[in-house]
């Protein structure tokens, strides 16, 4: 079944773009899903979100959507009428993922967390007790020692690359892999992708 609802990240913070098209139950209900799946990507609460496809929803729908919103401590933002149209085809096709990719020159240390709703690239370490949460790929020119989960929104399709692929904890959508006790230090890059339902680390391509 195609998705009929899909968060998009853009200048102006996180933006759900809904197929008004699908029926609204099924919207819903993809929504909690995807929700579900994104738990600790909206951990802090109170994260802000625009719907553009709100125009063309009915009271009760809105209502609905308020609600669900509430549940998983999200905070609707209205969004001007000028943005409505560039968006209207992004559930459609695939958009400019580039543009949207979070990109940080710098080692993050313990305690330090990244959350993004698209791709995440670090150009640094990420060190023991830090974490990068994104929607996207993760991509890590360094090592990684601390937690990466990509696809946050349970994105099967998302991966995870490191220079030196060290973590403490993988997390793709909603699979999870932890790195043995005792771990050889790669000595290529190397990438982690599901792979008939799980984790799996091989060679970055």
């Known amino acids: 079944m195609r998705d009929g609802v899909v968060f998009k990240g853009s200048k102006d913070g996180l933006q759900l773009v809904i197929d008004m098209a699908t029926d609204f139950d099924v919207i819903i209900n993809q929504l909690k ?18 719907v553009p496809s709100a125009k063309d929803m009915l009271p009760e729908q809105q209502q609905k959507l308020v609600a669900l919103f509430d549940e998983y401590g999200l905070v609707w933002q209205d969004v001007k009428e000028c943005d409505f149209d560039s968006l209207a085809d992004d559930v459609n096709q695939n958009s400019e993922e580039e543009s949207n990719t979070l990109i940080i020159s710098k080692t ?9 709703s698209n791709s995440v690239v670090i150009i640094g370490d990420v060190n023991p007790g830090a974490k990068v949460i994104a929607g ?14 990509a696809g946050a929104f349970g994105d099967e ?35 982690a992708r599901i792979r008939d339902g799980v984790v799996v680390i091989e060679p970055a391509r």
Do not use: M, W
Not at 108 to 116: A, C, K, P
Not at 136 to 149: E, K, P, Q, S, Y
């Open 157 to 191: 399709t998302a991966t995870i690359t490191a220079s030196r692929l060290l973590a403490s904890q993988i997390r793709i959508a909603g699979l999870i892999s932890r790195s043995p006790d005792k771990l050889d230090i790669p000595e290529y890059a190397e990438t």
């Open 33 to 50: 899903s995807k929700l579900e799946a994104a738990g600790e990507f909206f951990a802090n609460g109170n994260a802000v979100v625009q």
């Open 108 to 116: 993050l240390r313990n305690g330090q967390e990244v959350v993004h």
């Open 136 to 149: 996207g790929d993760v991509t890590i020119n360094g090592t990684c020692r601390g937690v990466a989960h």
